[in-house]
């Protein structure tokens, strides 16, 4: 059935084009009830400093966000917490940090439940198991409860309902990381090393990097080694693969701690004199200080303070604006770190890498680099 109403705005648009009068079309919309504000902005792409002078946000619920993880405790997330509490602040919200120490699937999901039982505005969880949150996610939307993934996300072609994902294209870092692995190493044996091998924050990575080998057609051997969820647990997985493979040419991490192993190990063995190669992800501070050392060849950024950051940031839109507003995926990037850009990081204490409490604002110096 037509539209009466709007087949009365499709004839008035086609005679303002006809009559060859487009002042009096503008004044004729000017006039309308209602839209006098709306067409001004439209065409004047201005707003007035009272406008501009008012809170962005009426006052709302101090809504609280849950932030379920994988490892509550590993260092990684600091600058996570730190980007949502700056969004919390910024948007007069709380947030609560929960889940498991190490990796425990049941305990994540335990803390998922808890969450919605006690009724929390927002949920975030890192997808780590293909299928165990597909449940409790859609419970929690039937709650009324909105669900972000941030750092680790649901296979693709899953069924998962979550709303959007917040975090790295894992399989694409890693691939890039084969890539860069190719580069460095001709020939020989070359250890992936994985925190726990089939979690998903972590787990395309290390297949990216696998395919991007393969594709290579070098005669590079390729050995998973799996270290675990602590960092004194990877050191020495780390240094027990080594004494049995003294022949290895490159040891690659696809997660921060063990990433963090690799580069102790090449320092205290002094590997890179040896002619080995290793890298990895993440910019934990012994890390970032071997890199400039010479003892690490790179490692990743991928932003872990805008993960927690933009998780806010979505959540809070998606509520004030009851459900209108996103979500959308958020890609937090992919940044290689190596001997000649390592000393920004190095030289900097901030909260946006989680090497400081301080709340501050960096100034750039020099030009920028892509």
Request: proline fraction near 5%; charge should be negative.
């Amino acid at each position: 059935m037509t539209n009466e109403r709007d087949d009365a705005q499709d004839e008035g648009r086609v005679q303002g084009i006809d009559d060859g009068a487009p002042s009096r079309m503008r004044r004729g919309l000017l006039q309308g009830a209602g839209l006098g504000a709306a067409a001004l902005a439209m065409m004047g792409g201005m707003i007035s400093p009272a406008q501009a002078a008012e809170a962005p946000f009426p006052s709302h619920k101090r809504w609280r966000i849950v932030f379920v993880n994988h490892v509550t405790t590993n260092p990684f997330f600091v600058p996570t917490q730190y980007g949502i509490q700056d969004a919390c602040a910024l948007f007069n919200m709380d947030y609560q940090w929960t889940g498991s120490a190490n990796a425990d699937v049941g305990e994540m999901v335990n803390a998922m439940n808890s969450a919605i039982a006690a009724k929390a505005d927002a949920i975030a969880v890192p997808i780590v198991d293909p299928k165990a949150f597909n449940g409790p996610i859609q419970k929690a939307l039937d709650a009324g409860i909105p669900v972000f993934a941030y750092n680790a996300d649901a296979p693709r072609g899953s069924t998962n309902p979550r709303l959007a994902y917040i975090g790295q294209d894992l399989y694409l870092s890693g691939y890039q990381m084969g890539e860069r692995i190719v580069s460095l190493v001709d020939s020989g044996l070359v250890g992936l090393f994985i925190a726990t091998p089939g979690q998903l924050n972590i787990q395309p990575r290390l297949d990216g990097a696998s395919d991007a080998i393969k594709k290579s057609g070098k005669k590079i051997e390729i050995q998973t080694i799996a270290t675990g969820a602590t960092v004194n647990e990877e050191l020495s997985k780390i240094k027990s693969f080594y004494l049995g493979h003294q022949d290895v040419k490159g040891m690659f991490a696809v997660d921060a701690g063990s990433t963090q192993g690799i580069a102790q190990l090449m320092k205290e063995s002094n590997l890179p004199a040896k002619g080995v190669h290793g890298g990895g992800f993440d910019l934990l501070p012994t890390t970032v200080q071997l890199i400039h050392d010479g003892f690490l060849d790179f490692t990743i950024d991928q932003q872990p303070y805008v993960q927690g950051f933009y998780t806010v940031v979505e959540a809070f839109t998606y509520l004030a604006s009851g459900g209108l507003v996103g979500p959308a995926d958020v890609n937090s990037g992919l940044k290689f770190v190596t001997k000649s850009t390592v000393d920004p990081y190095l030289n900097t204490s901030t909260r946006y890498e989680g090497k400081s409490t301080k709340a501050q604002i960096v100034p750039r110096l020099g030009a920028i680099k892509s």
